[in-house]
């Protein structure tokens, strides 16, 4: 199922949500001057073949107002759906970790699940244990 993005790091685009897909994958051209993370490698079905990933970086995104972040793997280009070019392909693995579901009966994004997550920020202090933190900025 197509959908528009808001923004990829702050760029709008249209991205497929795709539960089939284990990664995330991006056009290059959106995420120009991002870190690129170390290379890894992934083993493909059962037939035990492994492709490198050479590339992989983490981006941030928003649908509908709300922000996830992901790695994605950038690809030169992603193809089309329903006519229009893909800037990116949500896979599996975010659309779990963000709790953002595929209706099997309509294709609608179901967002309740990332809509409802509440985010709280911890501090973090170099050599200062969670105790420690919490004695100096008490919730």
Same mark, same amino acid.
């Given at each position: 199922?197509?959908? @528009?993005?808001?923004?990829i790091?702050?760029q709008?685009a249209?991205?497929?949500?795709?539960s089939?897909?284990?990664?995330?994958? @991006?056009?290059?051209?959106l995420?120009r001057? $991002?870190?690129v993370?170390? &290379?890894?490698?992934?083993? $493909?079905g059962?037939?035990?073949?492994?492709i490198?990933?050479k590339?992989?970086?983490? @981006?941030r995104?928003?649908?509908?107002?709300?922000?996830f972040?992901?790695k994605?793997?950038?690809?030169a280009?992603i193809g089309?759906?329903?006519?229009?070019?893909?800037g $990116?392909? @949500?896979?599996?693995l &975010?659309?779990?970790?963000?709790?953002i579901?595929?209706?099997p009966e309509?294709?609608?994004l179901? $967002?309740a699940?990332?809509?409802?997550?509440e985010?709280?920020?911890? &501090?973090v202090?170099?050599?200062?244990?969670?105790a420690?933190t919490?004695?100096i900025? &008490?919730s």
């Amino acid at each position: 199922m197509a959908k @528009i993005i808001s923004e990829i790091e702050e760029q709008p685009a249209l991205a497929l949500f795709d539960s089939g897909a284990t990664h995330t994958y @991006i056009e290059k051209n959106l995420v120009r001057g $991002l870190p690129v993370l170390k &290379p890894y490698q992934v083993g $493909l079905g059962g037939g035990g073949k492994v492709i490198e990933v050479k590339e992989v970086c983490t @981006i941030r995104a928003r649908i509908e107002g709300l922000e996830f972040d992901t790695k994605a793997i950038p690809l030169a280009e992603i193809g089309a759906a329903d006519g229009r070019r893909l800037g $990116l392909i @949500i896979g599996a693995l &975010p659309m779990e970790e963000w709790e953002i579901r595929l209706n099997p009966e309509n294709g609608a994004l179901d $967002l309740a699940g990332l809509r409802g997550r509440e985010f709280t920020e911890y &501090p973090v202090i170099a050599g200062l244990s969670v105790a420690q933190t919490d004695r100096i900025f &008490p919730s």
